[in-house]
């Protein structure tokens, strides 16, 4: 049983277009975030939900928009893609945002390609 | 949180002991110490953490000095499989925030 899971897996779009990226965890977290690492492999926490609350909003362009429907699943949609947004979009989760000692555990990425 | 240093690569031999460096001088007292590592085209995994003591599981040990400044991630007998770039971390709670903040990391190669 994949624990923290993302689909896409892989996606290519042209830019000006609207995704959604969706990720669930069953793991029973109350947290869960969005991650992206780009082409230089670094890895930046974007957002993060605690208990469908908005805890962390890095600067981020509002095109970037999270959704959560309920503590298990943490959606991202973007609007109108830009070439710059192409990057791995990882989700992750945690068992309480606000303990430092909680482990995060990733998901295996979602490929975002913009053409 | 606090700024880790970290060699940008290191070799080990299959089968011997990887022993991985990480300098995290200015941490303070409430913050622990994570390891995780990513392998190509994997999300990150996580490894390890720590406080003040020294922790072992089944996957590695990590060992904290005394002063908190530095710690080392050993990997008891590395194999192939643990070729990845490994990232320590240090990771601080502040009222309801907490994150992980990755640096560039320490790219292991296992070899033969």
């Known amino acids: 049983d994949t624990a923290v899971s993302q689909t896409p897996k892989y996606l290519v779009t042209q830019m000006g277009n609207d995704k959604s990226i969706k990720c669930e965890q069953n793991l029973g977290h109350d947290t869960m975030y969005w991650y992206k690492q780009d082409s230089k492999k670094f890895l930046k926490i974007m957002f993060s939900y605690n208990n469908k609350e908005l805890i962390i909003n890095e600067t981020v362009p509002n095109r970037f928009s999270p959704k959560s429907p309920d503590k298990a699943h943490l959606n991202l949609h973007i609007n109108s893609l830009e070439l710059g947004d192409s990057a791995v979009y990882f989700c992750a989760s945690s068992p309480r945002q606000h303990l430092a000692g909680n482990t995060i555990y990733f998901g295996e990425g979602s490929w975002l390609t913009v053409v | 949180d606090a700024k880790t240093t970290q060699p940008p690569s290191m070799d080990c031999a299959e089968g011997r002991a990887a022993n991985l460096p990480c300098n995290h001088s200015t941490i303070s007292g409430n913050e622990y110490v994570y390891w995780y590592r990513q392998i190509h085209s994997q999300g990150p995994q996580y490894i390890i953490h720590?406080?003040?003591n020294n922790e072992t599981n089944e996957m590695a040990s990590l060992i904290i000095t005394e002063d908190r400044k530095s710690s080392t991630l050993i990997l008891p007998h590395a194999t192939l499989r643990d070729t990845a770039v490994y990232y320590c971390?240090?990771?601080?709670?502040?009222?309801?925030?907490?994150?992980?903040?990755f640096g560039t990391g320490t790219r292991l190669q296992v070899t033969l």
């Open positions: 971390i240090v990771r601080v709670s502040t009222g309801t925030a907490s994150k992980l903040t």
């Open positions: 720590g406080l003040k």
